[in-house]
């Protein structure tokens, strides 16, 4: 069964840096494509960050500049750099494949004074 796992989420003051991890327990990891999901309360849950099957990556509007996504192949883990976050950047960060997985519990980031 497809599992995963969200993890490094936390408070942070605006400015500060926060990085997510995504632990997958999915078979072919390295031949998926891995995008990072956010949500806010009240709000939908918006793309942030996306690294596809040939390495192009793609970024919100909203985080270009502050926010990368990477992974590493051999710990079936994908991650987000999260720099000079601001408060709006506060919401529960999801990670997801195509097909899409089931949802994992997602990481709190709360980015406030």
């Known amino acids: 069964q497809v599992q995963l796992v969200e993890s490094g989420g936390g408070l942070v003051q605006p400015g500060g840096s926060l990085r997510l991890s995504c632990a997958a327990s999915?078979?072919?990891?390295?031949?998926?494509?891995w995008t990072w999901y956010r949500q806010a309360p009240g709000k939908q849950r918006d793309m942030v960050a996306s690294m596809r099957i040939d390495g192009n990556i793609v970024y919100a509007d909203s985080v270009k500049g502050r926010f990368i996504i990477s992974r590493d192949n051999a710990k079936n883990t994908a991650y987000l750099q999260m720099n000079s976050l601001k408060p709006e950047d506060t919401a529960v960060y999801y990670c997801?494949?195509?097909?899409?997985?089931?949802w994992g519990q997602g990481t709190q980031v709360t980015v406030s004074s």
């Open positions: 997801n494949t195509f097909p899409r997985a089931s």
């Open positions: 999915i078979n072919m990891f390295n031949m998926r494509p």
